[in-house]
């Protein structure tokens, strides 16, 4: 049966599967106890006045309370506003700027993170469109000067709300993304087509199975984690979501839970195997209970992982996604060759879906197995970038097909493969950024005249390199600009390496001069 709104969801899970636990870090409820809760909580958003079409910023790790304010938000056609937990001051701002939640929900600190200082210094006029700030955790109540601030628990008490006010086609959720070209968007997706495209992930991923146990440990905050805990809700599936994560404890909590669904990227894969290794003394099959695990390769330096985690059980399979058209859009399947189980593309997950390849050059429609840019038309995909009409438009072609920016080819089995993003976006911490971001940061600085940013492999992941051009009336520190980046953006952003230059390499080409970035990259290898 299809589900299109998300109350009808919550309340199917707690029928079918009522008694059946999600496990957090420190407590643990059930499907009957989360419907509930969320029926509660959107009765507290209500009494502070969120309703219809309202955004709330939801700034949190993996909590119980992360989900009972997604489903709040569905119960009264809210729309939830995903902020990575990584987020500093400029990336805050710019949500409050240009989304504008009438209620931002938060923890104090996570990990070395003082979110609260972090709140503390952003600019006090954005602040304008926000009636409450929600502190998820049991620290003291923190009392900002500008809003008021409210214990999530105080959600709860005033009431369940008895109907739901939302539709099919309610916006749902909101994620920030990046493009090549612009400053981050914000991709809003409704709960029909959330819904749709949850139903068709559980059932690729046999997660109706009855001994089904899904690890959650990627963010809920990325499309990846948010697709995974959806297509869970919706089988209806045990979980064990760990607040953040952390190698050694997800590694035990697959054992001990018998996980037979876990997801993520290689550099995740890979610690938790050798911590697998480590905890049972199996060198062989440390994880012998696992049947999915949809892998995404981030890191260069892992391009050898596969081989090992096949060897020792792990069973990978490559998806390919995007926030546009969510994570797991489609997906290689369990009995194809190793090889090519762990090449991004696959099937679309979708039967409705159509994905073709156009020329870049000619804007010829190309024949199989030839590369070009990636086209695809969906049931199940965006619905706009929020506040921005004209890159809505200018993001599908005329007959309705998303221009997605990626390279690829497509096969004639109804498969496509995934080869690169077609400009020069940066994967860093496993998440897309513009480099854009990145620069217009740096530049915003005394010292810069402009910048460039490229990303380049090294052991612990992709890192960024920022190239600058000086500002020749004053000295240039390199550990000032570095910090400077370090107190306003997310920490996989910030460049590990900040490298002067009396000028960029250049092209020329019909549309003007361009920079090379792939000679930048060059030089940032030599230069780390």
Request: charged share 20%; proline share 5%.
């Amino acid at each position: 049966m299809t589900f299109n709104t998300f109350p009808k969801l919550f309340q199917n899970a707690a029928k079918v599967a009522g008694d059946k636990k999600i496990y957090f870090n420190d407590e643990v409820t059930t499907y009957t106890e989360l419907e509930l809760e969320t029926r509660r909580v959107a009765g507290g958003l209500a009494k502070l006045g969120v309703g219809a079409g309202d955004r709330v910023g939801v700034w949190l790790p993996n909590l119980k309370a992360y989900l009972g304010l997604l489903g709040a938000c569905g119960q009264l056609g809210a729309i939830l506003v995903s902020m990575n937990t990584r987020f500093r001051g400029a990336e805050i701002e710019d949500v409050l700027r240009r989304v504008k939640p009438k209620v931002v929900a938060f923890v104090a600190e996570l990990g070395r993170s003082n979110h609260i200082d972090i709140i503390e210094n952003i600019e006090p006029d954005l602040f304008s469109c926000v009636e409450a700030l929600i502190q998820c955790d049991g620290r003291d109540l923190y009392q900002n000067r500008h809003v008021q601030t409210l214990y999530y628990d105080s959600l709860v008490t005033h009431g369940l709300l008895e109907h739901p006010l939302c539709e099919p086609g309610s916006g749902c959720v909101i994620f920030n993304t990046s493009g090549t070209t612009s400053l981050p968007k914000f991709v809003l997706h409704n709960q029909q087509r959330v819904l749709a495209h949850a139903e068709d992930v559980a059932r690729i991923l046999e997660m109706n199975k009855m001994d089904t146990v899904v690890l959650q440990s990627l963010p809920f905050c990325g499309v990846f984690g948010f697709v995974f805990l959806m297509a869970a809700i919706r089988a209806a599936a045990p979980c064990v979501m760990p607040e953040i994560f952390e190698a050694s404890d997800s590694a035990r909590l697959i054992i001990d839970y018998k996980v037979t669904h876990a997801a993520g990227g290689d550099d995740m894969f890979s610690r938790l195997l050798e911590e697998g290794i480590r905890v049972t003394n199996d060198a062989q099959i440390p994880f012998p209970d696992l049947r999915f695990c949809p892998y995404a390769s981030f890191n260069s330096a892992l391009a050898d992982f596969p081989k090992t985690a096949f060897k020792r059980g792990i069973p990978l399979v490559a998806p390919f996604g995007m926030s546009e058209v969510f994570s797991f859009f489609s997906l290689r399947k369990m009995e194809d060759p190793q090889n090519i189980r762990t090449i991004g593309g696959g099937f679309p997950v979708n039967i409705n879906t159509k994905v073709r390849v156009r020329d870049p050059d000619t804007q010829e429609i190309l024949d199989f197995e030839k590369e070009g840019e990636l086209e695809m038309r969906s049931p199940n995909i965006f619905v706009e970038y929020f506040g921005d009409v004209k890159a809505s438009m200018a993001a599908f072609t005329e007959d309705g097909f998303l221009r997605t920016g990626d390279l690829g080819t497509v096969s004639k089995n109804g498969s496509f493969t995934y080869l690169g993003r077609m400009g020069d976006v940066l994967r860093l911490g496993g998440f897309l950024v513009n480099p854009l971001e990145i620069e217009t940061h740096l530049c915003s600085h005394e010292m810069v005249e402009d910048a460039q940013v490229v990303s380049i492999a090294t052991d612990r992941g992709n890192k960024a390199v920022a190239f600058i051009l000086l500002n020749e009336n004053i000295a240039f520190c390199e550990t000032t600009v570095t910090e400077y980046c370090r107190q306003n953006l997310a920490g996989f952003k910030v460049p590990i390496k900040i490298i002067p230059v009396d000028a960029f390499p250049t092209t020329p080409s019909p549309n003007g001069t361009k920079i090379q970035k792939s000679a930048l990259r060059e030089l940032a290898v030599q230069s780390i």
